[in-house]
């Protein structure tokens, strides 16, 4: 069994229901489309990151990741004047603050991503990643949660 696959059925079978909004990140670092790439990168090493919100006067356009930027690089295209605002992801995958948490951790796994922006009304009011459940999994086994 899958180690993820072993995370869902242990929080299902938790009592009670979480919401998104108890896991979630809530400061979500954010960056506008016309920053160039290579600060984009220098952004997330500063705040330790693998992906960033491309967002403009708060509204939430897209997402890039690392892997977005090896794609760049493999592609041979790359300059320093690409802006991530070029290779963002657009098709974003969303939830809601109120949604149920498992549903949530089920929706990145049938989509097959790491990180789901938390929308209300919207606006962008945090991102939940697979960091955020293996963090509330190894508390579970250090018995502080």
Do not use: C
């Not at 009670?16 to 108890?22: I, P």
């Not at 990140?25 to 489309?33: A, G, H, L, R, Y």
């Not at 992801?89 to 989509?111: P, Q, R, Y």
């Amino acid at each position: 069994m899958k180690a993820i696959e072993y995370l869902v059925k242990l929080m299902r079978s938790q009592e009670g229901e979480w919401k998104v909004e108890e896991l979630m990140t809530k400061n979500v670092i954010t960056i506008e489309p016309e920053v160039t790439v290579h600060d984009a990168v220098e952004k997330m090493r500063k705040h330790g990151i693998h992906s960033i919100i491309v967002a403009k006067d708060d509204d939430v356009l897209g997402i890039v990741s690392y892997y977005d930027i090896l794609l760049l690089m493999a592609s041979r295209e790359h300059g320093k004047n690409v802006t991530v605002g070029e290779i963002m992801n657009t098709d974003l995958i969303t939830v809601g603050s109120e949604e149920d948490v498992m549903d949530s951790l089920e929706l990145m796994l049938e989509n097959h991503v790491l990180r789901l922006p938390v929308l209300d009304n919207g606006k962008l009011v945090g991102i939940i990643t697979t960091t955020d459940f293996v963090n509330v999994f190894d508390k579970g086994l250090d018995g502080e949660g």
